[in-house]
């Protein structure tokens, strides 16, 4: 189904949009809701895992909660224990019980980056000021 809507640009906006547009050799509807599409973060609708329902969850949390998410880290325990264990799996060093632990703490990591994500995005949609992406790594 598809859904007509008027948008105001401002002229430097629209000149930048035409210019991609014809540089692509598209019609300037075509190329931004290309550009949309891309630009817009997918929500879940439908939560289907627990992580799921985290990030369904933090799209009613308050910025407070947003920013502590957004700004959280795996425990230095954690991280210290995660970065010996990548040394030694790509030396092949990892007995079977570390390889568990290894994907256990990759698997926490990764969930945690996904929370961050969402919360930075969560935030921006909002409005607030997120930090570039170099401030966040360091």
Known sequence: MLHTVTLE???EMHHLY???AIAARKRLE???????GEAAPPLVDEPSTEVDDELV????????KLWQVAQSRLPRAKQNLYHTLLEKNSE????????ALLHELGE????????????YM???????E???PTTIIE
């Open 57 to 64: 969850a933090l799209e009613q949390a308050d910025n407070q």
């Open 130 to 132: 997120i930090p570039t």
């Open 9 to 11: 640009l401002p002229e």
């Open 18 to 20: 035409q210019r991609g």
């Open 30 to 36: 075509t190329f931004m809701v290309e550009w949309l």
């Open 122 to 128: 969560l935030l921006k949609w909002r409005g607030q």
């Open 108 to 119: 926490e990591a990764r969930r945690l980056t996904l929370k961050k994500a969402h919360a």
């Open 92 to 99: 092949g060093l990892l007995a079977n019980d570390e390889v």
